[in-house]
T-cell receptor, first 113, second 110 residues
Framework: RKEVEQDPGPFNVPEGATVAFNCTYS??????FFWYRQDCRKEPKLLMS???SGNEDGRFTAQLNRASQYISLLIRDSKLSDSATYLC??????????????FGGGTRLMVKP | NAGVTQTPKFQVLKTGQSMTLQCAQD?????MYWYRQDPGMGLRLIYY???????DKGEVPNGYNVSRLNKREFSLRLESAAPSQTSVYFC?????????FGPGTRLTVT
């Protein structure tokens, strides 16, 4: 079983739609959680951190359920520019040990006009 | 700020050849990393360096060596390239909460 699992998609949605991605992780000792965005043939970039209380950044909302070991990302009012692969990322280490991140395989989103 | 830079951007090797991938960061970060990304596999950690002078193996270290030359530079060496090492290689450096990635090196081993 992969440590971080995501539905690879692709999710094909029209502009303006709301779309949700889910992710599960297997290591209950995981300490922090993130969503990264990766455009085609580019490097990953941090989209947002995920907190237990849930957090929102504009059209993006991230939720964490530690009991179920489940992370979600909701995108409202999808834009063409949201088309990308979204990587679920879990930190299982400490900064002193090197801030170790484990990446899911990514979920591909394609927003159509 | 250049952030994280990697050279080369593209490389084709024959089986058995060696090469070194270079990485440098100008953000004064202590920690640096090398990942490979293969279709459907996500990013997998090859080696990391928590601070200058230290290196440790990640998930997939076999066939690779690294050198943390100084705080800025972290290189990855393939001593005898194999077709299974065809991949996209990303270098990253990190603060406490965020990793910053270089643009990647696309390596093909024939």
């Amino acid at each position: 079983r992969k440590e971080v699992e995501q539905d690879p998609g692709p999710f094909n949605v029209p502009e303006g739609a709301t779309v949700a991605f889910n992710c599960t992780y297997s290591n209950s000792a995981s300490q922090s959680f993130f969503w990264y965005r990766q455009d085609c043939r580019k490097e990953p970039k941090l989209l947002m951190s995920v907190y237990s209380s849930g957090n929102e950044d504009g059209r993006f909302t991230a939720q964490l359920n530690r009991a179920s070991q489940y992370i979600s990302l909701l995108i409202r009012d999808s834009k063409l520019s949201d088309s990308a692969t979204y990587l679920c990322v879990v930190n299982i280490g400490s900064y002193n040990a090197g801030n170790m991140l484990t990446f899911g395989g990514g979920t591909r989103l394609m927003v159509k006009p | 700020n250049a952030g994280v830079t990697q050279t080369p951007k593209f490389q084709v090797l024959k089986t058995g050849q060696s090469m070194t991938l270079q990485c440098a960061q100008d953000m004064n970060h202590n920690s640096m990393y090398w990942y490979r990304q293969d279709p459907g596999m996500g990013l997998r950690l090859i080696y990391y360096s928590a601070s200058e002078g230290t290196t440790d193996k990640g998930e997939v270290p076999n066939g690779y060596n690294v050198s943390r030359l100084n705080k800025r530079e972290f290189s990855l060496r393939l001593e005898s390239a194999a077709p299974s090492q065809t991949s996209v290689y990303f270098c990253a450096s990190s603060t406490l909460w965020e990793q910053y990635f270089g643009p990647g090196t696309r390596l093909t081993v024939t």
